[in-house]
């Protein structure tokens, strides 16, 4: 289904579900915090990657028994932690601080409908941006992975795919009455392990600062 006809979709379910639908964007391109990459220079950088992911994954199992509702003051916190991360990141820095960054906004992009579920549009805008990372990265594999080792990943077909899966399985869920969202997640994170393997053999020491 297009782009489109899941917003529609979206629209349909209740604002606790497009909130999860939201949070799985994150944990798709947020789960690259484990890279050697981060350290020494951006490990503040990482800490935010780290909680805006952590963050998600509440989100999206918060129906759980034992599980406590994120609140909007949780929400507005991360929020604030990611603004002074990115306001206080070099423009001019090492290729991979740029890119870190771009996945910084766009975890506030995420974070700002988080915080107006009602407003759809600010959700399409955050689908059509996580199509423009997917792009980027299976570009990336294409042309910059080491001695052309990568095995193909056409990310943004994964991306559409599980986008329409999850929209999908909350709507089947609302209207059964059940929802189980523990193993929600797991599609999401195969997604961001094979996105995150992009990224760590594609900078070089040298790109992440690491000179000498």
Not at 44 to 53: F, G, Q
Not at 98 to 108: I, N, Q, R
Not at 128 to 134: G, H, N, T, V
Request: charged share 30%.
């Amino acid at each position: 289904m297009s782009l489109d006809g899941d917003i529609k979709q979206v629209s349909a379910l209740s604002p606790a579900d497009r909130s999860r639908v939201a949070a799985l964007l994150v944990v798709r391109y947020c789960g690259f915090h484990g890279d050697p990459h981060f350290s020494p220079w951006f490990e503040t950088h990482r800490d935010a990657l780290a909680k805006v992911r952590e963050l998600a994954v509440d989100i999206c199992r918060q129906a759980l028994p034992g599980v406590a509702e994120v609140t909007r003051e949780a929400l507005e916190v991360v929020r604030e932690l990611l603004d002074e991360v990115i306001e206080g990141s070099d423009p001019d820095g090492p290729p991979f601080e740029t890119e870190v960054v771009d996945h910084l906004v766009f975890a506030t992009e995420v974070l700002d409908f988080l915080l107006s579920p009602q407003e759809t549009g600010a959700l399409s805008y955050a689908f059509e941006r996580a199509l423009e990372l997917a792009e980027a990265r299976r570009e990336m594999g294409e042309e910059d992975y080491p001695d052309n080792a990568w095995e193909p990943v056409d990310f943004e077909a994964l991306e559409a795919a599980a986008r329409h899966a999850d929209i999908g399985e909350l709507l089947a869920a609302e209207q059964e009455g059940i929802l189980d969202p523990a193993p929600m997640p797991a599609r999401s994170e195969e997604f961001a392990r094979r996105y995150a393997d992009v990224i760590a053999h594609c900078y070089t020491d040298e790109e992440a600062g690491q000179q000498g």
